[in-house]
């Protein structure tokens, strides 16, 4: 029976139906002293990276520095001077990419993963050297256990964790039906909501798209829309310094980029610290990035040309907070300068039925990937920005391609790794682009765009002088 059993798991399994993970867990009091003579374990830094991968030429170089910008660490052990041996380790956040979900961590709890061994190298006590040195290494920093997952049918898995000192303390998992989703805990705390909209909500969310298959058929479709806004708007007095763009989502998750659109040292701005990390990194020196909120933006009055703000000041679960942010690109728009801003288009249907269902149920299905806020039609966008003091010279609708289908082909043209399928869907994507100049282009179009300009000094100064 037992066997019927684990082929009946084997096979949920690999079908994405049904997953589930044993949660062990050693305390660092109990981890092992002994070690394995001439090895040598040390922290590697994200600069050895390059070491890593000839180590492992299989590894994701993306990935791992994506977990490098996340807090993971990776400890290794070297003999003659040569990795044969990884384990990493995360406190705060475990992200388990074999469940797509998180799992929870206490105070003082850190979760390893990915625990490797050279295939020349297995049998001679490598991890237990690892973890020994590691161990003792969370233990001086304050940390109180370890924690690993391990498959309930792979006995084999389970040995020498126990031998080590682990015990099992509870069970993860996730039951999936297309894009619906369900995670069981028992003995652990389930994934926890944070905060609507707070940094560490964003640092999850992030999190959380680094370990989906990419959709980089429609980044790269978003990315030429915003390109096509940017280069019809901007004047060439807004096209000299520095640009901003309001935040780092894409820079952070995929190599379609729009802020290089905004010009060699722009500056990009994001809540969320892992967000601007993992941006960081994929971007690296030449741009400028900062952790700030755009209710309460970080730079002073007047002094950016140029402003992107793509869809980032539709996720406030308040409309103040929506006005608030307004009121800040406003202040540090420089005179002359111009800003493009999109928001969700409430006259679109889609858009209109999302925000008038609840947001948990969405999410839970799989509809609505993120929290998603207060955001305001074309007339009503126009009339609070001009009450700002801005000059609003266009306004339209983009994004046309129906968004669910359009983001559902590209993960699956993610999930087949076939570069040449994405950039075919992103060119098709774009011919919906067309509608733009139909009549019904509010109804179509995902998002209202509008730019803006802040009148330059003189230019107030004739306009009091005519009236």
Known sequence: MSGFRDLAMRVLSAAGVYRRLDVLALPLADAPGDSAAGVDVQELEPVGLDE??????????ALLRARFSAGARCFVARRAGRIVHAGWAVARRGWIDYLGCELPLDPGDVLQFDSFTAPAERGQGFARTRITVMARTLRAEGHRRLLALVWPENTAGFRPLTA????????????????????????????????RGSAQYWDDVVTQTLAEPPIEAWREYMRGVYAGLLGRWLSPAARGGPGLKTDLFEEAVSPQHVLPVLGAGSLGLDYSMAVVRAARVRLGAGYRFVVGDLRQIPLRASSVA????????DHFARQGDLDTGLAEIARILAPGGVVVITLDNPRNPLVWLRNHLPYAWLHRVGLVPYYVGHTYGPRQARARIEALGLRVTEV??????????AIWLAAAAGRLARPERAAGLARTFARFESLESWPTRYWTG?????????PAPDTVTRREDAG
């Open 446 to 454: 995902y998002y209202v765009a509008l730019a803006a300009r802040k």
């Open 396 to 405: 339209t609708a983009v994004a046309h391609v129906p968004r669910a289908p």
């Open 306 to 313: 140029r402003i992107l703000a793509g869809s980032s000041l």
């Open 164 to 195: 080590l000192g682990y015990r099992a303390v509870g069970r993860i998992a996730v039951i999936r039906l297309g894009p619906w989703r369900r995670v069981r805990a028992r003995g652990v705390q389930p994934p926890a909501s944070r905060a």
């Open 52 to 61: 890593y991968l000839r180590f492992r030429p299989d590894a994701d170089p």
